[in-house]
């Protein structure tokens, strides 16, 4: 079945003509154009539309040690393109297609815009392109899918380059049950066509011969690897369309460099899921205790354990008994016995749970019903210590995402193994004592273990609704 419309080709070609005339000047500047940008297909019953924003982050100080800054950095006019998924319209590891050599290398849509036509009704729904853009600019326009045709491609030229593009390549709009995704945020890194061989951001070098496939800048092994890594751009994919008659994704599915933002109650824009980067930062050094139990010679954290919640339960808590879980991970550093105690939950009030390393970074989901943060990790070696968070709201008491928290961590002491000593050994203690702050024990070595251990930075990276998330920028401070 042909799901084009003649209008939808004649509209190709009717956007792709003042394309080509305008890539004459795309040596010299960019184009960003109004009246292409607001090029869109007129939605069709079934089709699902969704806003596109593609915003440039290549500037002179992101990409500080890399070839020479050009003096016109600028985006040749993306290339869309919907399709089934069995169709590539360009794929890591594979052969450009002549088109897509000739987007990456001169910015001129002419050859893809054939090689899309023939496969339109094909595996291919439709295809637009938006105007070029400066690299201080973007290009935002909309697209439309429909089911059996929910993925998303694009290229765009980084201009003046040999053959480097930016791009996504069979972005699945859809969940694995096919429901549509309501918001998408992905970042675009630099590829190398594989068709032209050179160093700098120039237009043109030699043909690369025999031709390479298509590969990420960061694959190259020469000096450029490095200085190519950073960022180029960044893709907002939202939908437009969002009503009742569309089924919208409830999963939170994992994707190389983007965040996938759904809502997991479809009927009230509230209840959303918040995305929040965690970064733990080790404190614990020789100089930063200096006075307390000597200093391990194999100082570290073990993983650790996070989970996002209700608040309905404390799976630990200063001045509650440790569970066997959380005695197992403050004594020996093992994870999974604590984390099958929150798993035990799953239906009871947590959200998501994981592993991590310690110090490390994560990415964990909260959400509207669920905005407590918890987590534990064992000060290694020690007999029962370790550094956490118990039920920290992400929200502040007017219901609002925290963006950015920032905490020093404490030591706690399990109460569990009694010693005094930066070791695995000590005796158990009997009878078993509360959860306490390490500061909290009589005797000398309070004060010496009174200082943080780690830092623990949380940050808010998307959330649905904006509106939900607090304009107040001062320092969250650290619950103990
Ligand atoms: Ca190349
Ligand atoms: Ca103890």
């Avoid at 084009?4 to 184009?31: H, N």
């Avoid at 999963?251 to 959303?272: E, G, L, Q, R, Y």
């Amino acid at each position: 079945m042909i799901y084009f419309s003649q209008r939808k080709l004649f509209m190709l070609w009717a956007v792709s003509l003042p394309i080509l005339l305008s890539l004459l000047g795309c040596g010299t500047s960019s184009s960003s154009d109004e009246n292409l940008n607001s090029n869109r297909f007129i939605g069709e019953e079934g089709e699902v539309r969704y806003r596109v924003k593609i915003e440039s982050l290549w500037t002179s100080s992101s990409h500080p040690t890399g070839p020479s800054f050009p003096s016109n950095p600028h985006f040749s006019p993306p290339v869309s393109v919907i399709h089934d998924g069995t169709k590539f319209f360009w794929k890591r590891g594979e052969n450009a297609t002549k088109g897509v050599e000739s987007l990456a290398e001169t910015g001129a849509v002419g050859t893809i815009f054939s090689e899309i036509s023939s496969n339109l009704g094909k595996g291919v729904l439709n295809a637009e392109s938006a105007g070029g853009f400066n690299a201080s600019g973007g290009a935002s326009f909309e697209i439309s899918a429909k089911n059996g045709f929910s993925h998303y491609s694009f290229a765009s030229m980084i201009a003046p380059s040999p053959d480097w593009f930016i791009g996504i390549s069979n972005l699945n709009l859809q969940d694995d049950q096919g429901k549509w995704h309501s918001k998408i945020v992905c970042s675009l890194i630099g590829y190398d066509a594989g068709t032209e061989t050179a160093d700098a951001f120039t237009t043109g070098g030699s043909p690369t011969s025999p031709i390479e496939t298509i590969h990420r800048l960061t694959d190259d092994s020469a000096t450029k690897t490095q200085e190519l890594s950073q960022f180029f751009g960044k893709i907002t994919i939202e939908l437009a369309n969002d009503s009742d008659a569309i089924e919208t994704s409830t999963a939170s599915p994992s994707i190389t460099n983007c965040v996938i933002t759904n809502k997991v109650a479809a009927n009230t824009n509230t209840k959303v899921v918040a995305k929040y980067s965690i970064t733990f930062t080790n404190l614990w050094t020789s100089t930063s205790h200096p006075d307390g139990p000597a200093f391990p010679s194999d100082d570290h954290f073990s993983g650790a354990v996070s989970a996002t919640h209700n608040g309905k339960h404390d799976f630990w808590k200063r001045g509650q008994e440790a569970t066997s879980g959380l005695e197992s991970l403050a004594e020996v550093g093992a994870t999974s016995g604590f984390l099958n105690e929150i798993n035990a939950k799953k239906n009871d009030g947590v959200f998501e749970s994981k592993t991590s390393g310690f110090p490390a970074s994560l990415s964990i989901d909260a959400h509207s019903d669920h905005t407590y943060y918890t987590f534990a990790s064992m000060i290694a070696p020690s007999p029962d210590w370790f550094v956490g968070f118990s039920k920290f709201n992400l929200q502040n008491p007017q219901g609002k995402w925290y963006k950015k928290i920032e905490c020093n961590l404490i030591g706690y002491d399990a109460g569990t193994e009694s010693a005094d000593t930066f070791t695995f050994s000590g005796t158990a203690t009997n009878p078993k004592e509360m959860i306490h702050r390490l500061v909290d024990d009589d005797g000398a070595k309070t004060k010496k273990l009174s200082q943080p251990f780690a830092k623990v930075t949380i940050t808010l990276d998307s959330t649905l609704d904006d509106s939900l998330v607090t304009t107040d920028t001062s320092t969250i401070n650290c619950p103990s």
